[in-house]
């Protein structure tokens, strides 16, 4: 059995009232691409929300949206799928819920012609809704993203665009890391950066891992996020339960973080993605690496 520690991504569209902040809902009956990769090699997988978000700034993204880009901002950069999700909410209502819809469509045409850096395919298919161009979305994490969009800026932006000097419009959440901003810093390439979720412990986590346990035996364990780690920590060690199962975890830094707790990472998939992780935790239980694991 796989713990995965994250919510279950929602497939249907997000649907809240018009506030300053907006719950996200991720539960699902329908299955997951995680869960249908592992099923098919024959490993049972259960979600265990450990963090909850709530979008805020959607009005102000809205405004931005109307305004449009033009001599604003030459692209934009989203690293999570919770930051689609934030903007689909500010696109609906500045574009489809809009009477005066037909005196911004040159907004919406130019906001849709920028370059859409995305930091994997999994953030890429959040967007389907969105008539964006996803570009990086082969990059797997911020830092490879942002190697790609140096290279992108370098190669097209002076020729095509014409727009060194703006910035990137940069849709985040409270707890980003740094690398991202900083490279394309160094890079001379600027960011505007918006607020659009907030990150914060889902209260029902302990509770419902305390039940996990004493009904089901947990053979790994998957974290996503350092902030993921962070949450989980003091539960995972009242249960003991780092001493019986195996980790696995979505790219490096996440493993990185782990490590700092003192705590062996068995797998760290390389790409964010279902097939990435399944692979890797499939390959690690082969025969012949449990041998040389010995």
Known sequence: TVLLLK???????????????????????IPDEYETKLASLSYTSIFLPVLSYVFVNIEE??????????????????????????????????????????SLNKEKALWENLPFFVVGKATSKATDGLNFNALGLNSGNSESLAEYIIQFHNQNNTQNFHQSSLPLLFLTGDKRLDKLPTRLSQAGIKLEELLVYETRPDENFSTELENIKKNRQIDWIVFFSPSGVDVAWKSLTKLNLWKTVKIACIGKTTGNYLEKFDIKVHVISPKPEPESLACSINEYMSPETIINNL
């Open 61 to 102: 993204l809205t405004k931005i949206l109307k305004n449009g880009p033009e001599k604003k901002y030459w692209g934009i950069v989203v690293t999570s799928q919770k930051a689609v999700k934030g903007l689909k909410l500010a696109w609906n209502d500045a574009f489809n819920n809009v009477t005066e819809v037909d």
């Open 7 to 29: 919510d279950k991504a929602s497939i249907e569209q997000d649907k809240t009232e018009q506030s300053t902040t907006y719950d996200i809902s991720d539960s699902t009956q």
